[in-house]
Structures are given as structure tokens and as C-alpha cells.
């Protein structure tokens, strides 16, 4: 089968399996749209769990390229923010979406495979946020031993406001100007929490560090009886 058949294949079984799950998708209706024969598909991929493995493996690498960050230099802060802005485009994509999905609604897939999955998106996610955090480790903005665990911070703020959020709240529902206000508040938490020395920043950065580090001011005070 020509390299174009296979890729039209998995063009329509991912339609199909992210629309309506493993179970439901038939690979006759594949077939079908794909205007081949269901054998020739089976002579492509011994079963349907191994094209849903296949859709699954494509779809990771187009996340890595999505994740691939770009080559910037200049303020530490700003790529960091632009970093976190991309993380969470992409947590919120439907695509990221369907990837940490489909495991857990398809238990049949290996352990080996799921295991392998969630190693590269994790690895795909550290290239794009790992340069930044390490440039703000250089400048003084971040504890040089911390960056890890920073990572692990600025990961779970982003996607505990995107991934679980979205399945409480319906799409509908969400506020479309809200995605820098989160990558701010994830930039200036993690910054927060793993200063170097335990205080902020100063110097060349200092200006742009206390417009991100900054906390939230007070609550006023009641007034005195």
C-alpha cells in the first residue's frame, strides 16, 4: 500500500476514533470513507488496535513539533511567558486532548505503549519549557537547583486550569481572554516559589521580575468598630 493510502487511512480512522471513541468507530466505516476495502486496511494493520495504536503514535508526533520551541533570544521573562502561552495552547487543543483520552477509554492498550506516550508528551513539554526556565535560572530570576521542580509547578498550574477545568466546565463557558492571564499567573507562581536565595530578583531584570513575581496585594481592612 502507497505511503498516501496509510496516511489517508489514519486521517480518517483519527476523525473517527477521537469522535466517537475506540469502541463505536467501526474500521468498515473507515474503510468506506477512505475509499478502500476494509482487507486492504487489514493488510495495512494487523487489527484495529494496532491502527488506533498508529493514529495514537502520529498523533504524538505532531505534538512534538507543535512543542518544538522556537529559537528566541532576549528577556528570559518574556520567553518564559511565551513558552507557558504555548503550553497552554496546546493543553487546550483538541488534539492534546484526544491523546490523554484515548488511553483511558481504550483499556485494551498495552501498558508498555501508554507508558511510552505519556513519557514523550512529558518530553515534548520539558523541550518547550525547559530552555526558558534554565535562561531564567541564569539571570538570577530562578533557584539553579529548583528548575526541575519549577517545571513540575508551571506544568500542573497550566494544566490543572486547562485539562481538568475543561472537563468540569463546558467550552462554551470558558473565557477566550483568559489564556495569557493563565500563562502570567503560572510564569509569576512558579518564579515565586523557587526564587534564588529565597528573595526576588534585582538588577538588569528586576523591573520585568516584580511585574510577574509580584503578589497580590491585600484584601482593605474592615473598618474599626
Known sequence: ???QQVQQILDVAGDLFFELGFWNAKV????????ISTASI???????DALFRAVLARGIEKLKILAKPPIEAGDPINQLLQASDRYHA????????DLIRAPIEHNNIPLTFRRSMGRQIRSALEQLCMPPLQACAEVGLLDRQQIK?????????????????GLLVSPASKN??????IADEAVRITLSAYPPGGVV???????AAQSVVATQPPPPRAPED
Do not use: N
Open 90 to 97: 496546546l493543553c487546550d487543543s483538541a488534539l492534546f486532548r
Open 176 to 181: 477566550s481572554g483568559a489564556r495569557e492571564q
Open 149 to 165: 521542580e519549577a517545571f513540575r509547578l508551571l506544568s500542573a498550574y497550566i494544566e490543572h486550569q486547562t485539562i481538568w477545568y
Open 1 to 3: 500500500m502507497q505511503s
Open 201 to 207: 530578583a534585582s538588577g538588569p531584570y528586576g523591573g
Open 28 to 35: 468498515s466505516e473507515i474503510a468506506a470513507r477512505s475509499e
Open 42 to 48: 487489514y493488510k495495512a494493520f494487523e487489527s484495529k
